[in-house]
């Protein structure tokens, strides 16, 4: 496991977003948060599989996917088989919730939007000709998020 956590004293809460941590876990361990995290999560799979339990529902990550864990909402997330792989990023700040809430109504992918989709993908059944470059959608997300903020 390999990761960083950074100090956050008074002056960095102000920002609009800070990154309180960033790593990754190359055997990620079982988590149980009753309370949840007092920071927003994104987490990415690399590599073997992964179960996450949340808002009551459970979902299979499978590499090349990730999820967003908001911030003290409660979560746990278990390996499958012998290998779970992950990369994540902690953060917060004074907008935070607003651009998440931005992302959200921009048309973010729900887990159960995705889990639809890599069904689908699986099946054969997904458009490979399409783009479905979410670089790009993110990228656009945080530029209106940011101009709405100013």
């Given amino acids: 496991m390999n990761q ?3 100090p956050i004293g008074g002056s960095e809460r102000e920002l609009p977003v800070y990154v309180y ?10 988590i149980v948060r009753k309370e949840g995290y ?6 990415y799979c690399t590599r073997g599989e992964g179960r996450l339990v949340f808002d009551g529902k459970e979902y ?3 590499p090349n996917m990730c999820f967003l864990l908001p911030a003290n ?5 278990y390996t499958i088989g012998d ?4 990369h994540w990023i902690a953060f917060n700040g004074t907008s935070a919730d607003a651009i998440l809430e931005k992302w959200n109504a921009e048309g973010l992918k729900s887990a159960d939007e995705v889990a639809d989709f890599e069904k689908k993908k ?3 059944s997904v458009d490979e000709s399409k783009s479905y470059d979410l670089d790009d959608f993110y990228e656009a997300a945080l530029e209106r998020s940011f101009k709405d903020l100013k």
């Fill in 4 to 6: 960083s956590i950074y």
């Fill in 21 to 30: 941590g960033i790593g990754f876990n190359d055997w990620q361990f079982d």
């Fill in 38 to 43: 007092p920071h927003h999560q994104i987490i």
């Fill in 60 to 62: 299979v990550i499978s």
């Fill in 73 to 77: 909402y409660p979560h746990e997330y």
């Fill in 83 to 86: 290998l779970w792989e992950t």
């Fill in 122 to 124: 699986k099946q054969g």
